[in-house]
């Protein structure tokens, strides 16, 4: 269901605020263009245009900086060129700094969403003050502000975990005066204290999922706020009191993973059962007198950029291509079967159905792509020696209703897929980890096992008597030590489970497993540079029973004995720049401190 979040008014309250004023008096004169606060804020209508225009901020995709966190990370690779990129990207080598684009318009996205959050804040403590809600509005007034609130915790949380460590500014209100305009940086800890507050008060006030009166699925719910809650403790490793968020979220909230593996990652999967947060792009309601990188068009790039057409292009890079591909499937599942039309005989499925539902592989016979079998897509999609890659991402991409991605209407660039943050199965993945870390192996490897069941994959342990799945382990094998599990869980099972989604997620896996496990980025390079793969022609048989060669090495393999291609190369350059002092966090944006009288 599409709810129609543009196209609504949008209410600034300007400031005017810039940084050529030498003094008060300019802020003191009143600009006719300008809406006066006193004509406006009068009614929950009024209160309700800011919050849609608070909504609108999850267009932007500088909000979350998707594609520019894939590819700092290890979950995205440039593939403009191979073996290496004519044009490096600034965040897959590590050489963004306080100057760079990117990390000055996050700052100002964040922000910016912090303040229309804060209008209706005000706006609806106006109201209250004023004697104007009646008790048929309350549920109305309480429901506002629980959203907004929940969005002024989420936009400094997205700038927490993003830049200084976590020291930010905290905008508690509209400005008013260069004073309240220019504000320091606060210390990390008073930022997540206010963070927590925000969004503790949206998880006891929000409706819960399925539960709004009007039916509008695309509004945000209080398992996102608990899920978003149990993160902040996870990430100081106080597993305890995460698990009491992550736990709440999967019991009482009305989530269930998604069984129709068609409604993962498709059009016809949009707020499927598993999802806690989603983005709502519009195809019938684009507004095209912006352009499609201003974030307001209600459409998004990201197809554009996981599907192969720009410097910025963020493909699957070769590490992870590879581990999907050599999933093991469980060969008791019979969803991992398929019918070969050549022969009329049973035949195992050629990649897991998690790679399936991910990732674009070439060796994906049995998989839709593009309207055609993965491995016959026409062009440069996979590609080991020119311009292409080893896998793309599906999470973002059109390929389940459209021939082409420059079909989508009005162009490559204005995508109308929903962008999934949260979902069941990564807050189940984060309850994991915090059993795997208070000894409770068992419990972790039954909520990673029920993942692993939705996909049809081999499942972690002994089978201690279980004939209906097939196991890693035999009943004689010891079981896995919380250390094992944790290693498998850092390189493997989150990765390739929640691999390219949410908010720099993978990046802030790293900063956090670097103090429980002393494996951050750091470490993770050192793997990636020391990685050696190859790249291998496909051979496959056609649908006339002829055999055929997909030239280029579009495949991966650990076996050089028929390489065309060495992929040892895509993490050279990030390892010898990294610097986790100067890269662990983005810096203060330049902008904000050439502006901003208060920073140093």
Known sequence: MKNTLLKIA???????VTTSCNNDEFLDQSNPNEIDISNFWRNLDETQTGLH????????????????????????????????????NTFHIHTYTSTTDEVNEKWQTNYTGIFRANQVIEGLEKIEAEGKITDEDKAEWTSQMAQARF??????????????????????????????????LSKAEDVIKFIREDLEFAYANLYKNGEYPDGDVSKITAGAAGAILGDSYLNELNYTKAATYYNDVIDNHGYVLESDLDKMFTTAGEFNSESIFEVNYTADNVDLSFGPWDGDTGTNTFALYTRGNTQRTASSPVWIAYAYKKEVKDP???????????????KIRNVSLRASSMLALVEDEQTMYYEVPTHLVQGPPF???????FGWWKKYTNHDIQELETDTPNGFAYSAKNVTLIRLS???????????????????????????????????????????YTYDKLDTDPEYTADELMQHFMRVEKPLEMGAEGHASRWIDFQRWK???????????????ALTLYGVNYNYIDENGVARVKQNAPSVSEDPTNAVVTVDYEYDLASGNYDEDKHGYYPIPSREVESNNKID
């Open 383 to 389: 590609n080991g020696v020119k311009w292409g890659g």
């Open 10 to 16: 949008i209410v600034f309250i300007t400031l005017g």
């Open 332 to 346: 008791l599942d019979q969803r991992n079967y398929y019918i070969d039309p050549l022969d009329n005989t049973k």
């Open 426 to 468: 990564g807050v189940m993945l984060n309850l994991a980890e915090c059993k795997i870390k208070t000894g409770d192996v068992q419990g972790a490897l039954t909520l990673i096992n029920t993942i692993r069941k939705r996909w049809g994959l081999v499942l972690l342990g002994r089978p201690n008597g279980d004939i209906a």
């Open 53 to 88: 225009a608070t909504y609108k901020m999850l267009y932007n995709h500088n909000t979350f900086n998707i594609i520019e966190e894939l590819l700092r990370s290890d979950m995205g690779y440039p593939s403009l060129d191979r073996p290496l990129p004519a044009s490096p």
């Open 151 to 184: 969005f002024r915790g989420l936009f400094h949380y997205n700038l927490y975990t993003t830049y200084n460590k976590g020291s930010i500014i905290i905008r508690k209100k509209v400005p008013t005066s260069l004073e309240e305009y220019s504000m320091p």
């Open 515 to 529: 103090k429980s496990d002393n494996y951050g980025f750091a470490e993770r390079l050192n793997e990636l540079q």
